[in-house]
């Protein structure tokens, strides 16, 4: 008797692993494939207050940044200063209007790269301010106002830059071409002259 029960149990496990197999290695895969995909589509528009001052004098930029895409888990400006060693009481936040605290980067530290959302790796060369929402539904706007004062004279420069997460294709970052900066990503250069 155990063994016509043997006889019987078996195959039909047998056809159920076969089934199972099927369905993970065939069918499954194919159904996640075909969901589309969100795509979010950052952007941003600084304005300059100045492109020319006197040292000791300041200047601000203004920063409106939304998403013209789909529905995003993060939404990220980055507001970098390569003419700066450290941010102190030259950068100060102005208006801020993200869901996030704002994350100060500090020459040295290890922060992301490439756009890989934090696999890849390298360390900064300059400090920076980074600006954080989650999470981003599409026609979402943000502003973040900065006041600078620059340390030297010459040229100043400001890197700004928006992604936002996830990173699925080259409208996931905005500019989209353009200078890179030490992270390997794309910027948008604000230049202010300071003289003597």
């Known amino acids: 008797m155990e063994f016509v029960k043997k006889l019987i149990v078996l195959p ?7 089934i199972y197999f099927t369905l993970t290695v065939f069918v499954l895969p194919e159904m996640y494939l075909s969901n589309e995909h969100l795509i979010p589509q950052p952007y941003f528009e600084g304005k300059l207050s100045h492109s020319e001052i ?4 300041s200047f601000r930029l ?15 400006v980055s507001v970098a200063f390569p003419d700066l060693k450290v941010i102190g009481d030259h950068v100060q936040i102005v208006r801020y209007d993200f869901t996030q605290s704002p994350d100060y980067i500090v020459i040295g530290e290890e922060v992301g790269a490439r756009y890989s959302g934090g696999v890849e790796k390298t360390i900064a ?10 999470p981003i539904h ?10 600078v004062t620059p340390e030297n004279s010459g ?19 905005y500019p989209e071409s ?19």
Do not use: C, W
């Open 138 to 147: 599409p026609g979402s706007q943000y502003f973040f106002d900065i006041e």
């Open 12 to 18: 039909i496990i047998g056809f159920f692993i076969i």
């Open 178 to 196: 353009g200078i890179l900066d030490h992270q390997d990503e794309y910027v948008q250069v604000f230049k202010v002259n300071v003289n003597p």
């Open 155 to 173: 040229i100043f420069r400001v890197y700004v830059k928006s992604v936002d997460i996830p990173h699925t294709s080259n409208l996931s970052h």
């Open 62 to 76: 203004e920063i409106e940044s939304g998403n013209r895409g789909e529905y995003g888990d993060i939404h990220i």
């Open 125 to 134: 060369q300059y400090p920076s301010i980074e600006a954080m929402s989650r």
């Open 54 to 57: 006197n040292l000791g004098e």
